[in-house]
């Protein structure tokens, strides 16, 4: 009798389990999906397409722009000038050098300001991406041009500090010397350079600190600073970030995350944060940098040579080591920057993913995170072909990433039901 009960127990235990398991069975990943990139218009997706598509455009002539200033530098004559007047007082090679840097980046930087004005703050504009008035953006550029005149000058002084003292191995040097830079320039840049564009104040107690206090405990990470900064002043996009190291740790949301979202679209893309701080991806993108430096370099090491010898010597340069020479370093080094970026896309791409795969496990939300992931469609191509994202992504495109999110509920939420998400409102130019 007591196994013919027990036997009658598994029946209706089988019995009632049964719908849950035709749902989860019939859990259509593909149609989930598709669900979810429905809640964009035609408009509003042909919008994103456009302005990412154009922003390929924009990077190969933005390299072009460049070179093209470089050039123009080169003939105009101003940075040997200085060179021999600093030499002729007795200047020594590295304050020399310092001083032609400083020039170089100023010239640089102001006769691109009109490429730029159009690329970032007109275009944007029209795209409905950008929030600030020209004054306000002008400004922060301002701030911007004032730290790269003093951090680009400081890092091709110690650059060309290392071209002279090895000349035969200086690609490899400074490969490690770019290295180190980048190491410190990610520690500083969250707690010294960010505040200087943004206010942080601390995250206010509520539900959303709760949840992210509970998934950084769960993962080890330091709660001690928990912050939300106004980036609405520039843009509406939803970000946050996890930085810094051991006192410096800190969480940080932008207050459009906090604002335009719900709790499981904010935990599960401060969960994809999370994941990169705990995979350590800061320190595999500073080693990918170095290596793509050392075969930049390397190249350059064995052209630059080639295009000196070509017709810059005639404008009173004398080899790579020269402090006029710059023009000619930084033109090839954007060239070369550009060739690259395949390669740099591609590592990029697969630290993203690996931090999407984190924080769906961390946070739980796949709807969530498939919801912030058409969120960021604004600017992100939805759906390209898979030869365009491998190329030309740093971030896996907004269906792979909608389709994992659903591919993981079905594999880890029982009775896993499709969502019918509210179509998203367009973003409208200005």
């Known amino acids: 009798?007591?196994?013919?009960?027990?036997?009658?127990?598994?029946?209706?235990?089988?019995?009632?389990?049964?719908?849950?398991?035709?749902?989860?069975?019939?859990?259509?990943?593909?149609?989930?999906?598709a669900l979810y990139l429905a809640v964009l218009s035609p408009a509003a997706r042909a919008r994103s397409d456009a302005y990412f598509d154009g922003g390929l455009w924009l990077d190969a002539a933005s390299t072009l722009i460049t070179v093209l200033l470089c050039w123009v530098i080169l003939r105009v004559g101003l940075l040997v000038s200085l060179r021999?007047?600093?030499?002729?007082?007795?200047?020594?090679?590295?304050?020399?050098?310092?001083?032609?840097?400083?020039l170089f980046v100023l010239l640089l930087s102001l006769?691109?300001?009109?490429?730029?004005?159009?690329?970032?703050?007109?275009?944007?504009?029209?795209?409905?991406?950008?929030?600030?008035?020209f004054g306000g953006w002008l400004g922060q550029q301002a701030i911007a041009l004032a730290l790269t005149l003093v951090a680009g000058s400081l890092v091709l002084t110690v650059i060309n500090a290392v071209i002279r003292a090895f000349p035969r191995h200086w690609w490899l040097i400074g490969a490690g010397v770019v290295g180190v830079l980048a190491a410190f320039f990610s520690l500083i840049t969250p707690v010294f350079i960010m505040p200087l564009f943004n206010t942080y104040t601390d995250l206010a107690p509520g539900p959303l600190r709760t949840r992210i206090v509970a998934m950084a405990d769960a993962n080890h990470i330091p709660t001690n600073h928990i912050v939300v900064f106004d980036a609405s002043r520039q843009s509406d996009r939803i970000s946050a970030n996890v930085s810094?190291?051991?006192?410096?740790?800190?969480?940080?949301?932008t207050d459009n995350l906090v604002n335009r979202t719900s709790l499981p679209e904010a935990a599960a893309v401060v969960g994809h944060e999370m994941g990169h701080y705990?995979?350590?991806?800061?320190?595999?993108?500073?080693?990918?940098?170095?290596?793509?430096?050392?075969?930049?370099?390397?190249?350059?090491a064995r052209w630059a040579p080639g295009v000196l010898a070509a017709g810059a010597w005639r404008r009173g340069v004398r080899g790579i080591d020269d402090p006029a020479a710059l023009p000619v370093l930084v033109g090839l080094m954007s060239a070369l920057t550009l060739l690259f970026l395949p390669l740099s896309n591609t590592s990029t791409r697969y630290t993203e993913s690996a931090a999407?795969?984190?924080?769906?496990?961390?946070?739980?939300?796949?709807?969530?995170?498939?919801?912030?992931?058409?969120?960021?469609?604004?600017?992100?191509?939805?759906?390209?072909?898979?030869?365009?994202?491998?190329?030309?992504?740093d971030h896996p495109s907004g269906h792979t990433r909608v389709y994992r999110a659903m591919q993981w509920k079905k594999d880890h939420?029982?009775?896993?039901?499709?969502?019918?998400?509210?179509?998203?409102?367009?973003v409208k130019g200005r």
């Not at 598994?10 to 989930?32: K, M, Q, S």
């Not at 021999?84 to 400083?102: C, H, S």
């Not at 759906?383 to 030309?392: K, M, Q, R, S, V």
């Open 1 to 33: 009798m007591a196994r013919a009960n027990f036997w009658v127990a598994i029946a209706v235990g089988c019995a009632a389990l049964a719908p849950t398991w035709a749902r989860a069975a019939a859990f259509d990943v593909n149609h989930a999906t």
């Open 84 to 102: 021999d007047a600093m030499r002729r007082r007795g200047w020594r090679p590295w304050v020399v050098m310092l001083a032609v840097a400083a």
């Open 111 to 133: 006769l691109q300001l009109p490429w730029s004005i159009y690329v970032d703050f007109l275009r944007e504009r029209r795209f409905g991406l950008m929030n600030q008035t």
């Open 244 to 253: 810094g190291v051991g006192p410096t740790v800190q969480i940080s949301l």
């Open 278 to 300: 705990v995979l350590g991806h800061v320190w595999t993108g500073i080693a990918v940098i170095t290596l793509l430096s050392a075969a930049q370099f390397w190249l350059l």
């Open 356 to 393: 999407d795969a984190f924080g769906l496990n961390a946070a739980r939300e796949p709807d969530g995170f498939a919801l912030a992931a058409m969120k960021l469609s604004t600017y992100r191509k939805i759906a390209p072909p898979w030869w365009e994202e491998a190329l030309f992504y």
């Open 413 to 426: 939420v029982p009775g896993a039901i499709e969502v019918v998400p509210a179509p998203l409102p367009d």
